[in-house]
Each structure stands twice: as C-alpha cells, then as structure tokens.
C-alpha cells in the first residue's frame, strides 16, 4: 500500500523525536512492503517564526491531503510572552479543531521495566491498562462567549457548551473501545453541579442500552482523580469532557513512571487522525540529543493500527520497543536499573533496526 | 472566653464523628477555661427528610448566629434518585454560598506514621506540606446561564464566571498564607485557553507586588495534576479557581495515606468560617462506630485556630491527635503496622483524655 502522511515536527524536541516517525515507517514499509510517503509542515512556534501565524493554511492543506498526520510537540519560551492568540498552542487547538478531532485516545498501559519510576508503589503501578477517551473540540476550549464584560472588564467569563450530538459521539467511541477491550467504562463528569455533566450523564446511560455487555459506572472527576492514584488498575476505559480530559490523563500519565512514552491520537468521525506524544516540547533539552523518541514511535505504531488499517505493521513497532527496553537501553528521562541510557538517535536507531 | 459553635452532623458518618468534635471542645474549654456553647441543627439529607430542604431557613440562621460553624458530612444512597436541585450537596454549596465562605483551605501535611498508607512511594510521600487555597464561591459552580437551549434542549452550558473582586479576595488571602509559612505560592489556572485564567493569571502577578518575600509561579492545571503526584514536596501554598480546586485537592489527599485525616476550612471576608473533613458521608459504615473521627477532631483545631483566635487550644489537639498515632492506635481505615485498631468512641476518648 501507498500512504501519504503528514509529519508536523513544532517546537523544541518534537524536531528531533520526528525523525524517529520517519525512520521506524521506512522500516515498516520495508518489511511489510508498503510505501510512506512523508511531507513535512511547520506548526507551532516555528509556524509562527516562518509564516507569522501557529496554524498556516498550508499546514492544514497538507493535513487535509494526508491520510494520517504525525505531530511533535509545540511551544517554547520563545514564544511565551506573544499574546494567547498568538501563540503555538492556538496551532494545536486550532487544527484540533479544524480536522474536526473530536476523540482524544490515550493508552495507559504498565511497563514492567518502567514500574520503579513510577512515583506510585510498584504494587499499585504494576497493574494498570486504562483507556483514557477525552472529548477533544468541545467543552470549556471552545464555547463562546470567551470574554471580559462590564464597564472596566471587571467580570470575566467562559463558557462549557456541549450539543447532544457532540456527547454522544464521544460517547459512543467510548463504549466500542470499552467493548473491544475489558467490558468496562467509567464516564467522568461533576453531575452534582454543572448541567452539562447532567446531561452527558443522561446520554451515558442511554446509549448504554446498546453496549449490554459494557459494563458501566459514573464518578464525579474528584472522586476519579483520587482513584487514579489510589487504584489505577480498576479502570478500563474513562471517557470524560475535554477539560477534565485534560486534568486526569495528565495525571494518569505520572502512573507508568514516564511521560517519555506516552503516545496518543486524535481521530475525527472518518477515522482520520493525528498522532503525537502525550509529552511536550521540553525546551530545556531541545537540541541535545537527549529526548526520548519512543512516545513518537509508538504514536506512529497507534497511527498504522488505527487510522491506516495496518494493525500487524503496528504492533510489529510496539514489540520492536518493547525488545529494545527488554535488552536494557533507556534514554536519560528513564531509571531503569543496570540500564545503557542511550541517546535520542541510537535509540531510534536500536528500535528501527528490531522493526 | 464564651463561644457559641453551630454543630451541623449531616449525614452518614458525620452524625458520629460530630461528637468527637463535641467532646475535643469540651475538653479544651475545661483545661483553657472557656464554654463552648453546642446547638446542633441538620443539613443535607437529614434536614431534607426532617424539613424538606438541604439547607433549613433555622440551619441557616444558627449558623449566622454562632461564632463559627462545624460540619460532619452531607449525602447518601437514599436521596441520590432525588433531581439535582434539591440534593443534599445543594444545602453545603448553599451554606457556603449563604455564608459567603470563598476561601477553602486544605492543608496536605505528611504523617509521618501513615507514610505506607499512601499509593506513593514513601520517599515522595513523606515530605510534604502544602496547603491549597480553593475559591469557594465563584466559577462553574455558580455561573449563569446553566442551563439547556434549544428546540429540542439539544445545546447545554454552563457558565465559569468570576468577577475581579472575587480573584483578588481569594488570590490576597493565598498571599497572606505564603508569606506566613514557607514564602512560595503556586498558581494554577489554564491560562493557555481560557479568559478567566488570564485575569486570574494578572491579578496573581498585579498582586504579587505587594508580597515581595513570597516567591510566585504559575502552572496549567494539567502540569499541577502531574506534579502533585510526582513530585508533591515541591509546593508550598497552592490557589486555584472553584472546580480546579475540587478536583486538585481531593488528588492531594491521597498523599497523606488517608482522607480520614484531612480537615478543610471556608472562611468569609470577616474570618467567619466553616469547618469540615475532606472525607464524605461514607454510607457503607455509617452507624458501624468504624468511621475515623480524625478529620472532624482535626477541623475543629483549625476553627479554634482560625475563626476563635484560640492558636494554642488548637494546637494542643493536634498535639493530643499525634500523640494517639504514636501510640499505636489507628482507626480501621488506616494501614499502620503494629498498631491497635479501635472504633470511632474510643478513638475520640483516647484523644480527648490527652488534650
Ligand atoms: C497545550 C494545551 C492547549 C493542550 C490542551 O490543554 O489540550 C495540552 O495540554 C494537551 O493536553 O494536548
Ligand atoms: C459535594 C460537592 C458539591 C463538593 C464540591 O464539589 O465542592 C465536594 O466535592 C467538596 O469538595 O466539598
């Protein structure tokens, strides 16, 4: 098969971890004959320095025209003091946005090599395989008004809107993820103060109907951000609003002892999606061959399962890192004890060579 | 001195850790030589089932008439098929409401004793003490609309509202707390997506003139989520907006290794305040004499200390509570090794008979 895919590297390490995109696809295409054919675009802070804006239309063409898109990570201290509207993030909301990627996915899975950087005891960490779905262009990012009000702006407000429509695919993504996995789903909301949590509360329990097989359960987002420390390994699948997707898969991600290897994806209602680590753009070690690429190879390993079709070819990159860590390498961020701490390149290198 | 202390027992556990803070009083009003005037009156589900409200006209006029107020817990199974408007959270938001209680305080100290009930690591567990400062009163919580539009109610929002004066009450109050422990406040918002967290953000920094000594930093909610559970000793005062401080000060109490140890104060403007356990009603052991009457014995030391200008009563409850964990006992909730597990009656004699 030909695919054509997108590779938008942004800011600070995501230049140096896309190269790890690139080269472990070229291994995949190798040896399962496939061609990939890359074109790269800017986003982000470097967006802004080449073309004046975070999200030029080029980029989104280029997007549009792909079968799949890879991101890096945006933003640096460059760009911290551009007003809000300016800035690098606004290129991450905005082709969110535009593509219409209406459902964040993100894996939480253990490492047993990883468990000892958890900063949960190894009991507790060891045993965790969560699906976190956060519903990603809705919500407090989006609603209007979004404003400072008043004679002297002294009252300031956002807005939380959701449309039934916009909870119930979300919700329904949730529950074939809940079906295809362990059987269970836990909706999030804070259904004893705001209304849009009443009635995504509702639509949970509706569609529910249609998943007899899904077990289902509700918990207000304090209660969950407690459990998610407390005892990960209950969940199966959490599905939840945008912000409170934001707050607890943030959270849930300190559980597997690295953010370093986290990838995520971000489809819309075709299927089309974008990939990137759950990581940021880690300025302090942009350019020093330090970062670890693995939460970007394994984005693109959830690229081919879910967006191309290509599940075998996936999974064939998702065991190539588990070999590598298995062997003993780890990059800087990682305390694997009696581990070879290798470089951002030699560790794309070793998992390329494994694919 | 003579002080008249409003007594609200709620629901569940609370109808039995309310007499521990009872008896605590009396204790400490015989050795300092004060009277403390009880009168209980209900909240929550026993004030529904009793008077067909969650917040009584007579609770609430109590409360305003007595010098501080003590609460146990609200809610339960009975009344959670109730609509929303009339449950029995609805009479807690309004007493702090009513009551004008912005300011929740959560201090997060580390037991040394309990450091392996925590999910943490003991090394990460056992260095902390924070406090978090919530705003009570404002944001999702009480913004307008909240409500369902459209032809068929298909569109739901909800409003997060603040006024300037509403930031800086609370912002300056977390200053005051700073400067008077350890001299660094964190402020957590979204300011990288939403208005209000970009006035929060200026006030903090407007502010912040007027503490040079307290060191000042800002951090997304999301980073926050991360970093209380990777690295928890780092903070000293947290504030944060209503909801954020929901969902970030019930993940903080996991630190501790029990929920069953955490006091909260609501202050108003005149230090007027509301004082009660994190923990909720816990249904399951209600009436079991299982229920930790810590939090509540602990609430009470806070009120003494903020609301009575009592700091040395206060203190020698805490001091009497520490010296019941060294001594080897502990409530059914708590995980120490070689120490004796002891129902809520005694746990509150044991304490009493040290004050
Ligand atoms: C950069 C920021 C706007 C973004 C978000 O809040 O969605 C990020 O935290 C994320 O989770 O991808
Ligand atoms: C019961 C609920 C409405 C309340 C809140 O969200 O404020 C509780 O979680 C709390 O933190 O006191």
Redesign the interface.
Known sequence: MKKKIAVLPGDGIGREIASGAAAVLEAAGKRFGHEFEIEYADIGGAAIDAHGTPLPDSTLELARNSDAVLLGAVGGPKWDNLP?AE?P?RGL?AIRKELGLFANLRPIPSFQKLVQSS???PE?AGNVNMLIVRELTGG??F?KP???RGE?K????????????EIERIVVKAFEFAAARGGRLTSVD???????S??WREIVNEKAADYPDVTVDHMY???A??K????PGQFDVIVTEN??G??????A??ITGS?GMLPSASLSESGFGLYEPVHGSAPDIAGQNKANPLAMILSTALMLKYSLGMREEGEAIERAVQSVLNDGYCTSDLQMEGSTVVGTDKMIELVTARV
């Open positions: 809000s800035r993030e909301l900063p949960l005891k507790i407090l990012y609603g979004s404003e400072r002297n002294e009252v300031v407000v956002d807005t939380l809107q959701y449309t039934r429509e804070k259904a004893n103060v705001l209304e849009s009443r009635m987002v304090d209660a951000a407690m998610l420390i407390s005892s912000l409170f934001d707050i607890l898969s943030d959270e991600s300190m953010l």
